[in-house]
């Protein structure tokens, strides 16, 4: 099992950035997928972005272009860069780590951050 704590989360106008951290309480290159996922009002939780042990990354279509995830790996920290945010980007975000496959079901979750953009 994986601890996590993310951080970061706020409110920002369209337009804006934001960074979330996620601090994982083992050495990330043993985990063999991290990524970040969220769940908006009503809705079901996401992909937003996921990274391999590898460094493989993958985006949901609605952030390719203006969100980045990446990771310093001497921190065991992955974080998400959000830019060119949009109201429809406003959710909770959540971190997840899959220590062994791809499937964030069988995962560890943190407790969320709450993004909010405004128009």
């Known amino acids: 099992q994986v601890q996590l704590v993310e951080s970061g989360g706020g409110l920002v106008q369209a337009g804006g950035s934001l960074r979330l951290s996620c601090a994982a309480s083992k050495n990330i290159l043993s985990i063999n997928s991290m990524g970040w996922y969220r769940q908006g009002p009503g809705n079901q939780r996401d992909l937003v972005a996921t990274?391999?042990?590898?460094?493989?990354?993958n985006y949901a279509d609605s952030v390719n272009g203006r969100f980045n995830i990446s990771r310093d790996i001497a921190k065991n920290t992955v974080y998400l860069q959000m830019n060119s945010l949009k109201p429809e980007d406003t959710a909770v975000y959540y971190c997840?780590?899959?220590?062994?496959?791809?499937?964030?079901?069988?995962?560890?979750w943190g407790q969320g951050t709450q993004v909010t953009v405004s128009s």
């Open positions: 997840n780590a899959v220590v062994y496959g791809l499937n964030p079901n069988f995962g560890s």
């Open positions: 990274i391999t042990r590898g460094g493989t990354t």
